[in-house]
C-alpha cells in the first residue's frame, strides 16, 4: 500500500509541476507500478483495450469528421449571427450553442472551433469583446459535457466503474438533469462575472495572421475577375477537349476550375475538382470557374450556350490549392518566357499570377519574362503542391501552404456526417438497438473515414489526440492498484470517519471536494480514474446507493474552472483572450465553488441514497 501511495504522490506532483508530459509522468507511474510487482503485466496493459479508450479515440475521430465537413461550425455560426451586435445576446447563444456541441464532442474540439469564429467577431464588430467571450466559451465546452453519456471522459469512467461492479449502466442522457442544472447555472453566474475580464483590445496582434487562400486569391485581384458558367446539357461544348477549344487563346480566359457534383438522393453529394489540362473534357453539368474580362467571358458564353454568372466566389480548395512562389537568383527559369517553363508538364501547377515589386500582373502571362523576386501565384493539387519545396532548389515556397490545405472544409459532406453522426447518437441512445456504446463509435469513427468525411486516413488519425488516449490508458490501471493494495479502502474509510458515517451528505460532500481539489492539479480524467472506486467503496461502508457519489466525482473533475491549467480548453483561450492567472481565480472559482455548492443539494434529489 506504501508504495502505490508513493508512486501516487510522485505521479501527483509531477502532473502539478507540469515540466513533463502528462501521458509520459502516467507511462511512468504504470511502469513503476509493474517493475514493483504491485500490478502483473496482464492487468498494467488493461487499460490499452479499455472500452473507454477505444471509445475515445473512435469520438475523436467522430468529432474531426463534424469539423473537418464543417457541420460544426456552420452550426455554430447560425447561432452567433443569430446575435447580431449585440453582446449580451452574444454571450447567451455561446453558452448555449457552446454547451450543445460540446455535449456530443470532445471540449477541446469545441473551443478549436468556436475560438477563431469569436475572434474574427470581436475583430470586425467594435462593440464585441474577444475577452469576456472567451473564457465563458472554454467552461461552457466543459459544462456541456455533462449533457451526455459521450460528452467528457469522467462521465465514461464512472459508467464503467457502475458496471464492473455489477450495477446498472448509465443511459446516454442519464446525465442530462445534472447538466441542464450546470448550464444554468454556469449562465447565470459568468453572466455578470464575464464583464470583469473586458480588456482592450490590440489592433495590431487582430491584424497579424497569415494569409488565407481567399485573401491570396484577393490580393492577386483574381476574385475580381471570378467568372463563373455552368455547361447545361444543351451545350455544344459538351464532349469537347480544353485543347480543342482553346480558350486562353480564343476568349483571353484562364480556368481555375472545373468540378463536378454527383447527387445522391437529393441530400448527400460527391464533389470532384479537375485541374484543366489540354486534354481535360467538358461534361454535362460542370461548374467551371474562369478568370478574365467580363465580356471575354460573356462571348465565351454565348457561343457555347453557357449559363453565366459574375461576382460568384464560391471557389473552394477540396481538391486544388494555391500557394506563393519565390523564384531566387540562382534560378534557372529566370531570364525564361512562362510559356518555356513547362511548369504544368514538370511539376502539375499553374500560374495564375505574378507579382513583380508591388505591381501584380495576370495578363499575357505566358509571354512575360520571369525576373529574380518574382512572387508566383500558382495553382495545383494539393499533392503537387506538397512536393513543391523539395521539388526543385530555384525557388522558395511561401507560407505554410499545407496548414492552410488542413483548413480546408469539405462542406458538401456535411449532411453526411450530420447523418452519421446522429445514427450513432440513436444506437448509443435507443435499447432496441442491440449494439454496444463503444461499437457504435467504432462503427461512425470507421464511415467518416469510408464516406470521404475526410481527405484521408492519415487526416483522420491526426484528429486523435494521442496524449490524451495514453494518459488515460496508463492511468486506469492504477485504480486497479489502488484497490489491490487496499488504498482505496484506507482513503475512503478516512472520508467516511471524518464526516461520519451517518450523514451520506457529508460524505458526498466530502468527496466532490476532494475531487474538485485534485482536479485543480492533475487532469479531470485521471482525477476521476483515482476517485471513482474511492467513491464506491464510500458508498458501500455507509450503505448507499453509489451512484450520487459516483456522479459527484464526475461533476466535479469536470467543473474545474479556477486554474488556465486545469482543463485544455482553459489554457487554449488563455493567450487569444489575454487572461492572467489571477482572471481564472477572480470569475472561474465563484464559479466552481457556486457549482459546487448545488451539486451537493442537488445529486441526492436525482439520485436518492
Keep these: 500500500m506504501i508504495t502505490t501511495l508513493v508512486i501516487l504522490g510522485i505521479t501527483a506532483v509531477l502532473f502539478v509541476i507540469g515540466k513533463i508530459r502528462s501521458d509520459i509522468v502516467a507511462l511512468c507511474a504504470l511502469i513503476a507500478l509493474l517493475v514493483s510487482g504491485i500490478l502483473t503485466p496482464a492487468e498494467g496493459l488493461s487499460g490499452f483495450s479499455n472500452p473507454i479508450v477505444i471509445m475515445m479515440a473512435g469520438l475523436f475521430i467522430v468529432g474531426g469528421g463534424v469539423f473537418k465537413t464543417g457541420l460544426a461550425k456552420k452550426l455554430s455560426s447560425k447561432l452567433l449571427s443569430l446575435a447580431g451586435g449585440n453582446e449580451t445576446k452574444l454571450f447567451l447563444l455561446v453558452m448555449l450553442g457552446t454547451s450543445a456541441i460540446g455535449a456530443f464532442v470532445s471540449n477541446t474540439g469545441t473551443v478549436a472551433l468556436m475560438l477563431p469564429i469569436i475572434v474574427s467577431m470581436a475583430a470586425s464588430n467594435p462593440n464585441i469583446s474577444a475577452s469576456r467571450l472567451l473564457m465563458p466559451l472554454a467552461f461552457a465546452s466543459s459544462i456541456g459535457g455533462m449533457l451526455t453519456l459521450i460528452g467528457t471522459p469522467p462521465n465514461l469512467i464512472i459508467d464503467e466503474t457502475l458496471q464492473e461492479n455489477g450495477f446498472e449502466k448509465l443511459e446516454f442522457f442519464s446525465f442530462l438533469p445534472i447538466g441542464l442544472i450546470c448550464v444554468a447555472v454556469g449562465t447565470l453566474v459568468l453572466l455578470p462575472l464575464s464583464k470583469l475580464l473586458i480588456k482592450k483590445q490590440d489592433e495590431d496582434e487582430k491584424t497579424q495572421h497569415q494569409k488565407g487562400l481567399t485573401q491570396l486569391m484577393r490580393e492577386y485581384q483574381i476574385i475580381d475577375d471570378l467568372v463563373k458558367v455552368v455547361i447545361p446539357k444543351t451545350s455544344s461544348l459538351v464532349g ?103 511548369f504544368r508538364e514538370k511539376f502539375g501547377i499553374s500560374v495564375l499570377a505574378i507579382r513583380r515589386n508591388s505591381e501584380y500582373i495576370k495578363d499575357n502571362l505566358q509571354e512575360l519574362k520571369l525576373q529574380a523576386g518574382d512572387v508566383m501565384l500558382v495553382q495545383g493539387s494539393w499533392e503537387k503542391i506538397g512536393k513543391l519545396p523539395t521539388s526543385e532548389d530555384y525557388w522558395i515556397v511561401l507560407g505554410q501552404p499545407l496548414d492552410e490545405a488542413q483548413k480546408v472544409t469539405l462542406d458538401y459532406k456535411a449532411p453526411l456526417a450530420a447523418c452519421i453522426m446522429l445514427a450513432m447518437v440513436a444506437m448509443m441512445v435507443f435499447d432496441f438497438i442491440p449494439i454496444a456504446p463503444v461499437t457504435a463509435v467504432l462503427i461512425a469513427a470507421v464511415l467518416m473515414i469510408l464516406t470521404g468525411c475526410f481527405k484521408s486516413v492519415a487526416a483522420a488519425y491526426k484528429t486523435i489526440n494521442w496524449e490524451s488516449i495514453v494518459l488515460i490508458a496508463a492511468m486506469l490501471p492504477m485504480s486497479v492498484a489502488l484497490e489491490k493494495t487496499g488504498a482505496s479502502d484506507m482513503i475512503s474509510q478516512a472520508i467516511v470517519n471524518g464526516v461520519g458515517a451517518t450523514q451520506p451528505m457529508l460524505v458526498l460532500a466530502a468527496i466532490y471536494l476532494t475531487t474538485s481539489v485534485l482536479t485543480m492539479f492533475i487532469s479531470n480524467t485521471a482525477t476521476a480514474v483515482l476517485m471513482a472506486p474511492i467513491a464506491l467503496t464510500s458508498a458501500e461502508s455507509i450503505g448507499v446507493s453509489p451512484y450520487p457519489m459516483l456522479f459527484a466525482v464526475a461533476v466535479a473533475a469536470s467543473m474545474c474552472f479556477a486554474s488556465p491549467f486545469s482543463t485544455p480548453p482553459n489554457a487554449l483561450v488563455m493567450k487569444a483572450g489575454k487572461y492572467t492567472f489571477m482572471d481564472y481565480v477572480k470569475v472561474g472559482l465563484p464559479l466552481q465553488i457556486v457549482i459546487g455548492v448545488v451539486m451537493v443539494f442537488a445529486l441526492p434529489l436525482i439520485f436518492p441514497f
Aim: net charge neutral.
Design 240 to 342: 469537347k477537349t480544353i485543347g480543342e477549344v482553346n480558350i486562353r487563346k480564343t476568349y483571353s480566359l484562364n480556368i481555375l476550375e472545373i468540378r463536378h457534383e454527383y447527387k445522391h438522393q437529393k441530400i448527400l453529394k460527391d464533389v470532384e475538382q479537375n485541374i484543366a489540362t489540354a486534354k481535360t473534357q467538358f461534361q454535362e453539368n460542370d461548374i467551371v470557374y474562369l478568370s478574365g474580362k467580363n465580356s471575354d467571358a460573356a462571348n465565351f458564353a454565348s457561343d457555347f450556350g453557357l449559363t453565366l454568372s459574375f461576382g460568384d466566389n464560391a471557389i473552394a480548395f477540396y481538391d486544388i490549392g494555391l500557394a506563393e512562389v519565390l523564384l531566387l537568383q540562382r534560378s534557372k527559369y529566370v531570364g525564361q518566357k512562362l510559356k518555356e517553363t513547362n
